[in-house]
């Protein structure tokens, strides 16, 4: 016969899919009419963004823009002029299942480019940038928490784990006018723009989740293309957004991502007809994964006192959410400039190639890498372009979880200053905004099922009430009740013992 079982349910955050897909770049590209012939290179950027992402069964969709940006000089050497050009990917993933209830979060990854300049006006660009995909869905796990009957022994063993109260995902626009700061010259033609969002908070209220950041612009713009001057200007823009999450409570941990989807920096005049302001729409994602702490009763063994029990066992792995972390790190670094020597900066910004953390002896360690960029004016005032990769390490307390541990990071680069050293380097201040989720697992084998075979039953000795046995230091009481065919309760309770493994070796009353 086929003992009912009585399982619970417990939701949890199934990964769907977890992977990289390259995207190639292969470009041959002629300059606009309206730009000057090129002379030398200085830097030719890839700026992949991801607009849209939809889940169509089991396979993600993702559309995109890439942008190819050249910095270069034109004849006279001394203007930095750019051009650009954008053109649309796409790619389709293919998932293990096709999910309900699921999210998918994205970002690029540029890998290499590779410009020449094939004459003047035209360019042969060749290079890739990777898709890094997550999609994670909410499911439901049925686990088996009693095995009813009255002739069933069960060991029960309760586990603190986390259960996925919600997932949601939800689009949102940010529109701002910004002005040119005073001093400034206006504005002709924008050279080129960081914008990034850095997550600083989130607050978790009945079925809602509150996010805080913040939205970091900087841009190069040029205020006179026939003289060269360059200017730079920085800005943030506070971010608040509600996102609707079924079941979170107040005070609920949440793993919370903002994404940005697209980003639009358009010069504007102002009422005097100036040139003097830039209007910036951005559109982002809110990601939330909210998290709850739930006791189950997971059934480990059993044996029943009448029959022979043939068990299936099954490993389920559980997984909670012990802490989202936020730091600010600041590093610096210096970058040789070389013979030619440095007058001055003109401007600096970066690229973030990678960032992991770990637990490991109560701290929480992060490590990653960044690639500095610098252009920069050398001792005969010619525009020069620098860059240079940098690792960088930065560790915290955190001893409030044990165990099996995984960290999810992120890394965003707050701000850059420099300062010249004596125009052979220059070395850089950057501030670093770090992110990490981490997640406590636990791997257990538990009974999935279990049945008997009611035409053979088990032998007992019915001779006596009682039995006396003589066990040995370290036996468990469990397995004692099993051979016996009575209850571990019973035994503890006859022989008035409270651990169910014996220290030393003694005489046991056993009840059948």
């Known amino acids: 016969m086929d003992y009912h079982v009585t399982k619970e349910a417990l939701a949890v955050c199934e990964t769907v899919f977890d992977g990289v897909q390259e995207q190639p770049v292969d470009l041959d590209f002629t300059l606009p009419d309206y730009c000057p012939d090129i002379q030398r290179i200085l830097k030719c950027q890839v700026y992949p963004r991801i607009h849209s992402r939809s889940i169509s069964g089991d396979r993600l969709e993702i559309e995109g823009n890439v942008t190819v940006k050249l910095l270069y000089l034109d004849e006279d050497r001394a203007a930095v002029r750019c051009c650009e050009h954008t053109e649309s990917f796409s790619a389709s993933l293919n998932l293990k299942k096709s999910p309900q ?249 970066n690229e973030i190639r990678s960032a992991t953390a770990q637990v490991e002896g109560g701290q929480l360690i992060y490590k990653g890498k960044f690639n500095i960029c610098i252009l920069a004016l050398n001792q005969e005032e010619e525009p020069v372009y620098l860059e240079k990769m940098f690792d960088f390490t930065y560790a915290r307390e955190w001893s409030e979880a044990i165990g099996n541990l995984r960290c999810e990071a992120e890394a965003a680069m707050l701000s850059i200053s420099y300062r010249l050293l004596g125009g052979t380097g220059i070395e850089i201040r950057a501030e670093l905004g770090l992110q990490a989720f981490v997640f406590r697992s636990e791997t257990c084998q538990v009974v999935a099922a279990a049945s008997a075979d009611e035409t053979k039953p088990r032998a007992r000795d019915e001779s006596a009430s009682l039995i006396i046995y003589y066990a040995d230091a370290g036996e468990k009481i469990w397995n004692i009740a099993r051979d016996y065919c009575t209850s571990a309760e019973a035994i503890l309770q006859e022989n008035n013992l409270t651990e169910e493994v014996l220290e030393n070796r003694q005489m046991l009353l056993i009840p059948v």
């Open 101 to 349: 209830n699921a999210v998918a979060l994205t970002k690029t990854q540029v890998e290499y480019v590779n410009c020449r300049a094939v004459s003047p006006r035209k360019l042969d660009i060749h290079g890739a940038f990777s898709i890094c995909a997550r999609v994670l869905s909410r499911v439901e796990q049925d686990i088996v928490c009693s095995i009813p009957g009255d002739d069933i022994q069960q060991k029960v063993k309760p586990v603190q784990t986390g259960s996925v109260t919600g997932i949601s995902q939800q689009q949102f626009t940010v529109s701002e006018v910004l002005e040119i700061g005073q001093g400034k010259p206006e504005a002709e033609s924008i050279v080129r723009t960081d914008v990034c969002a850095v997550m600083e908070d989130y607050k978790a209220i009945a079925n809602k989740v509150i996010l805080k950041g913040n939205i970091l612009i900087k841009t190069l713009y040029a205020g006179n293309m026939d003289s060269g001057e360059l200017e730079t200007m920085e800005y943030t823009i506070p971010v608040s957004q509600i996102v609707d999450v079924e079941g979170i409570d107040d005070g609920g941990l949440c793993e919370a991502h903002l994404d940005i989807l697209s980003a639009s920096l358009q010069i504007r005049s102002d009422s005097d007809g100036q040139d003097s302001l830039l209007e910036a729409d951005i559109r982002l994602t809110a990601t939330v994964i909210a998290y709850a702490q739930t006791t189950l009763n997971l059934v480990t063994d059993a044996y029943s006192t009448c029959y022979d029990l043939q068990l299936e066992y099954e490993q389920i792995r559980l997984e909670s959410m012990t802490g989202a972390l936020h730091d600010n790190y600041v590093c610096k670094n210096t970058v040789e400039v070389g013979e030619a020597g440095i007058s001055r900066v003109i401007d600096a910004w």
